[in-house]
């Protein structure tokens, strides 16, 4: 999976990167390279939690790539 991640350097120095395509899920670090490394671990949880909230069975789901 490909998305893009948007990190910018906050007034504290650290480099927030957030996920558009994901609505609430971002994170930081006080290198680029930590926040990339972060945000990646932000990304799978944030799948997880709302794999966990569909409810929907395996079988009905399907892939699309666009």
């Known amino acids: 999976m490909k998305l893009h991640v948007r990190i910018d ?15 609430g899920c971002f994170s930081q670090g006080r290198s680029r390279e930590e926040a990339i490394k972060n ?3 932000a990304i799978g949880g944030w799948l997880e939690v709302m794999e966990s909230r569909q409810g929907c069975p395996v079988e009905e789901l399907i892939e699309v790539v666009v």
């Open 9 to 23: 350097k906050d007034e504290a120095g650290y480099f927030v990167a957030q996920v558009p395509a994901l609505p």
């Open 39 to 41: 945000v990646q671990e």
